[in-house]
C-alpha cells in the first residue's frame, strides 16, 4: 500500500480529538495537532499491540523496524475549536477507594470527587503524510490501520476517526517534462 517513495497519507478527522501534551492533576490539556505520541499510539492500538510493546522493534519484519523510524508530516485541513469538558473524579467509590491526599491518606467524604476540566479539539481534521526508511513498516502499517484489531482513536477513546483513516500512499511528485529547461524545489 506504499507509494513508491516510501510513505502512507492518512486522513485524521473526527466531531471530538485530543492530543495530551500537558496532564496534571485536574488539567489535561491537547495540542493543536496530533503528536508524534498520538500518532505512534494509533498505529500500535491498530496493530493489537499492548502500551508497554508500542516502540518495541517488529520482530516479525526484515530488519527489526520500530515506530521510531517514522517521520511525520501534518497539514491542518480543519484547526477544530478548542473545547473544555469538565469531570468529576473520586466520587461515588466505596471509602477506600476514594481520592488522597498528597500525604496518602483518605480525603474528608465531602471532599473526595474533585472537579477536573479536559480540553478537546472539535471537529479538526488533518492530512498526515508518514515516511520512512524501513518499507516492510510502512506496508505493516496500512493493513492494521484498515482492518484495526484495537479501536483506533483520535485520543479518547470514544473519540473514533471518520472514514476513510488511510487514504493510500502519498501522490508522486510530477515528473518533468524533457522541454523543460528547469525545475524548482
Do not use: N, W
Not at 495530551?20 to 496493530?47: E, Q, V, W
Not at 501534518?74 to 469531570?87: E, F, I, S
Not at 477536573?116 to 520512512?132: C, N
Amino acid at each position: 500500500m506504499t507509494g513508491p517513495a516510501g510513505g502512507l497519507l492518512l486522513r485524521l478527522a473526527g466531531p471530538l480529538s485530543a492530543y495530551g501534551t500537558y496532564a496534571a492533576f485536574t488539567h489535561r490539556d491537547t495540542a493543536p495537532h496530533p503528536t508524534r505520541s498520538a500518532l505512534i499510539g494509533l498505529f500500535a492500538a491498530a496493530a493489537g499491540r499492548p502500551q508497554h510493546q508500542a516502540l518495541a522493534p517488529h520482530h516479525d519484519l526484515p530488519g527489526h523496524p520500530t515506530y521510531h523510524d517514522l517521520a511525520f508530516t501534518l497539514r491542518a485541513d480543519a484547526p477544530g475549536t478548542v473545547h473544555t469538558d469538565y469531570h468529576k473524579t473520586g466520587g461515588g467509590y466505596p471509602r477506600h477507594r476514594q481520592l488522597r491526599t498528597s500525604q496518602g491518606t483518605l480525603r474528608p467524604p465531602h471532599k473526595s470527587a474533585l472537579p477536573t476540566h479536559r480540553l478537546y479539539l472539535l471537529d479538526a481534521a488533518f492530512t498526515v503524510a508518514v515516511t520512512g526508511p524501513a518499507p516492510p513498516l510502512l506496508d505493516h502499517l496500512a493493513t492494521p490501520l484498515e482492518q484495526p484489531h484495537g479501536g483506533p482513536s483520535l485520543g479518547p477513546r470514544c473519540s473514533l476517526p471518520e472514514e476513510p483513516l488511510v487514504l493510500g500512499p502519498p501522490p508522486r511528485a510530477p515528473t518533468p517534462s524533457p522541454h523543460c529547461c528547469s525545475t524548482f524545489p
